[in-house]
């Protein structure tokens, strides 16, 4: 106490300017120590691997054929930014990304799942066989081929991106992302392929990543990589219901931009009073509308107004990629939330569908301990980007 009034003293003789240049010298002392504090903290994802650049897959024969190059959207674009630079000019990422070689493209994150893949994987072949038919055909729709205003999986077009069937690029591709699984979760998506899929077995590629580095860091890696005019990433539980994919493509469709940019994000909202969530453990529930209530307060306007940020279904059209893939960080459960503030600050339309979902045993998620994480990383995400540690540059 007697240093105290010491110092009260002290500051009560001392002229009014050198107290205001000690109070400012403070504040902007203790600015940059928490600017410079955040760079140290704040996640910076890691370059891939060479070989997680490569991918594994099933041949015409039948037999695991290995180590191909996986070709990269994102590599071709930041190229092509990097030449556009050198000669002056500055584009940022109005660039158009490479033409799509198929219709969609499947980008499943998986850690040891052995046990569940396989389940989820029949689901989702089903229908992409179905509404998209093989690269090279023209996918039925009912039995009967559609003209004009009917895309190549039958959905109907978006009034900005109407053209003619032929003009649409046709199949589908599956891309598996192994976090770094300790289990047989890369052969286990092999032998699916193998034995289920025939001549479509070399669709399903298989994506090994060295080492673990959590959902977001394995959905971003395989969004780099998708040859889709759309993209979708699923979780491999299967919780979602696949056949809602269609309805991902019409809201994506329907509130496309000029450019085609446009991201349609599953919800499970509309469950949130159904059986299946009453019947979930207090402090789950708890913890859920806790979340969302954080989400509220620190996600800007159009990203907080979303009711579901987590639901792992998410779809992109191809030309909205380069406004978000390049410029992720988070490689946690947090990462869907980066995604969509992304596409917010880069004035991409977002649609939040309505989906069927299921629980299913065996989730990794943690509920306190990583719910503790999800809090702490969408603080730190959103002082990063509010304070410009992270740039979209």
């Given amino acids: ?59 015409k024969a039948g037999r695991v054929s290995y180590d191909h190059r996986l070709p990269c959207w994102q590599d071709a674009f930041g190229a092509r930014k990097e030449d556009a630079h050198k000669d002056g000019e500055q584009l940022g990422n109005d660039i158009d990304i490479e033409e799509p070689e198929v219709y969609m493209s499947l980008v499943v994150p998986a850690y040891n799942e052995q046990e569940r893949l396989e389940i989820m994987l029949s689901e989702a072949v089903d229908y992409l066989r179905k509404e998209y038919g093989t690269s090279g055909e023209r996918a039925p729709v009912n039995g009967v081929v559609k ?29 598996i992302v192994n976090d770094g699984s300790t289990d047989k979760t890369s052969a286990t998506a092999l032998d699916f392929a193998a034995t289920r899929l025939g001549k479509d077995a070399s669709l399903v590629r298989v994506v090994s990543l060295k080492h673990n580095r959590g ?19 699923a979780d491999a539980d299967g919780a979602s ?22 991201v349609a994000v599953g919800s499970r909202a509309h469950l949130v009073g159904s059986e299946a969530v009453v019947k979930r453990s207090f402090l789950r529930n708890l913890l859920m509308h806790s979340f969302h209530l ?11 107004a ?17 406004y978000i893939i390049p410029f992720m960080h988070c490689e946690g459960w947090i990462f869907d939330v980066e995604m969509l503030m992304l ?6 339309p977002v649609a939040e569908v309505p989906v069927g979902w299921k629980e299913v045993k065996g989730s990794k998620l943690n509920v306190l301990w990583d719910s503790l994480g999800m809090a702490y990383g969408l603080a730190l995400l959103r002082v990063a980007w509010g304070l410009g540690v992270y740039r979209r540059s």
């Avoid at 940059?32 to 991918?55: D, H, M, N």
């Avoid at 954080?294 to 159009?302: K, N, S, V």
């Avoid at 009711?307 to 792992?312: F, H, K, L, M, S």
Wanted: glycine letters at 8%; hydrophobic letters at 40%.
């Fill in 1 to 59: 106490m007697d240093i105290l009034h010491k110092l009260l003293d002290i500051s009560k003789r001392a002229p009014l300017p050198l107290v205001l240049s000690f109070l400012i010298t403070t504040i902007v002392g203790f600015v940059l120590l928490l600017y410079v504090g955040l760079f140290i903290i704040a996640p910076i994802p890691r370059e891939p691997l060479p070989s997680e650049k490569t991918f594994n897959c099933i041949d």
């Fill in 147 to 175: 003209r004009q205003k009917a895309s190549a999986n039958g959905h109907i077009l978006g009034k900005s991106r109407r053209k003619a069937v032929l003009s649409e690029p046709t199949g589908w591709e599956i891309i």
């Fill in 215 to 233: 959902k977001g860091g394995a959905v971003t890696h395989g969004m780099r990589h998708v040859r889709g005019k759309y993209a979708v990433f």
């Fill in 241 to 262: 219901k696949f056949e809602d994919l269609g309805k991902l493509v019409r809201a994506s469709q329907d509130i496309e931009d000029s450019d085609g940019r446009g």
């Fill in 294 to 304: 954080l989400l509220r307060l620190l996600t800007p306007p159009a990203t907080a």
């Fill in 306 to 322: 979303i009711r579901d940020t987590q639901c792992g279904f998410k779809l992109f059209s191809r030309p909205s990629l380069p």
């Fill in 343 to 348: 596409a917010e600050l880069a004035g991409i």
